[in-house]
């Protein structure tokens, strides 16, 4: 049975969560534009970041998963939305700092080229604006279904190179134990019947994003205690791991045993999703037991001619117009991508790069082993074998970049010492320091094998004046030198000699010998393409 409201009460207000006061209606509606507008704004704002998103998503099936992550997200708020009638809008201004670090992270990936970074840091402001217009109490009732939208970010490429070289020993292992005889190079390997060689596609980083976003989105529904969400998660990362090795396994067994005429083609990728999808099944099958979805999550409103028990009463005061807060969000957000688009006007350099071949103190030479690093196509490029008194051939690369963009950078995930279509690939790689004339120089030694025989090679970036090999600081170096209004000119150099057999300290003695007697001169010919 239910009372008629008193006279003088409208519905809309008899509905009203208790302990709050209504808005007016007009009023009501004005928050409403203004929490629509502020959430929407971060999408315009950061368009290009949105449309790189995008942009992956249509390249890359790996991570064309993220066209349903947003309608997966306002689908999760929408089954909770009985939570608006319970607890009123009430502002938190603190969000606001929230925002501006949010922006500031955008700002660094902006300044560092780092899409990663800008993408994480935009679709967290979305999130972060619900939580500064909302509020903790109600923000917090829609946590999971805000930071879901995380999962649109194209993240994951990070770890291609760990998994394949784990799915590689694995898999060399499991048939070395099958009494199979196993020659391994790098994560090419041979059998007796043919050649394997673990590439990207058998990563298995596909199965895992999958399996993360998934799982994550089941334990979720179906539990209500953090534990067994918790377990769950960490299956759902553990399992496609493991999954893939015995994927990789399986397939190298199949074509082996069928003298390679099965598991080598599209067949290879077939078998691959289809046990991929029953591990996902068992997975996901196994989990079901320990189900807690029968709980209901938020409050039931009554339904006419049925009895029902009260929710506890939730006061919060009186309703809060949310216009003022939605300008502070939208003026946040909005500080960022304009000084981004002042410093990228400041920072660009109209003067064509000058690079000159440095004259050194070694007489050049011819016949090199046909190779080139495979990286983006620079601004300037020199590329030169010089002779050592002991008549090795030494080949120097420098690559030289300005006004770095999308297309045209000296630190990305694409650059590689050897493509996938090159002859050579590389079979070790480490980390070194040097003396030379001007002090430590730091370097990462790579070793590739080639049709001739092995290389080694030795490789520095410049950023912003300064010598590193990793790629992490020198990305903070390119965005502290934008920052400061000192542009973003880099160069990578790589020095490389062919050596035979076991003969690799021979080989670092002579290019550790070109470091001494040449490096100098190289270095100043960077400063001078420079010219600041």
Known sequence: MFLKPPPGIDQAAAHAAPGSLPLPAAQARASIVALAVALLAPILLF?????????????????????????????????????????????????????????????????????VVMQYAF?????????????????????????????????????????????????????????????????????PTGSWSVVEACSGIRYLISSITLGCLYAYLTYQSNLRRAVFIGMAVVVPIVANWLRAYGIVMIGHTSGMELATGVDHLVYGWLFFGLIMFLMFWVGSYWREDDKPAVPVAPQPGHATVAAPRVSHGPAKSLVPVAVAVVAVAAAWPAFAAFNDRANHDPRPVALSVPELAWPVAAGFPDWQVDYMEPDARVARAYRSPEGRPVLLQVLYYRNQNKQKGLISSVNRLAGEKSPFHQTAASQRTEQTGAGQLPLREAVLQGPGGPLLVWQVLWVDGRYTTSNVAGKLRQAQGKLQFRGDDGAMVAIAVPYEGTDAEGARATLRAFLGQNFGTVDRALVQARGK
């Open 47 to 115: 368009y290009g970041t949105a449309a790189s998103m995008v942009g992956i998503w249509n390249s890359s099936e790996t991570f064309a998963h993220g066209y349903v992550i947003l309608p997966v997200s306002l689908w999760l708020i929408w089954r909770q939305r009985a939570w608006f009638a319970r607890i009123p809008a009430r502002p938190w201004w603190p969000g606001l700092v929230l925002m501006a670090g949010a922006g500031a992270a955008w700002l660094a990936g902006r300044m560092g080229d780092v899409g």
């Open 123 to 191: 679709v967290a402001m979305m999130p972060l604006a619900a939580l500064t217009l909302l509020g903790p109490r109600l923000a917090a009732k829609f946590t999971f279904p805000l930071l879901f939208l995380l999962f649109a970010v194209p993240f994951g490429e990070v770890f291609v190179g760990p998994l394949i070289q784990h799915t590689a020993d694995f898999t060399v292992w499991a048939v070395q134990a099958t009494g199979i005889p196993v020659l391994r190079n790098g994560t090419r390997f041979e059998l």
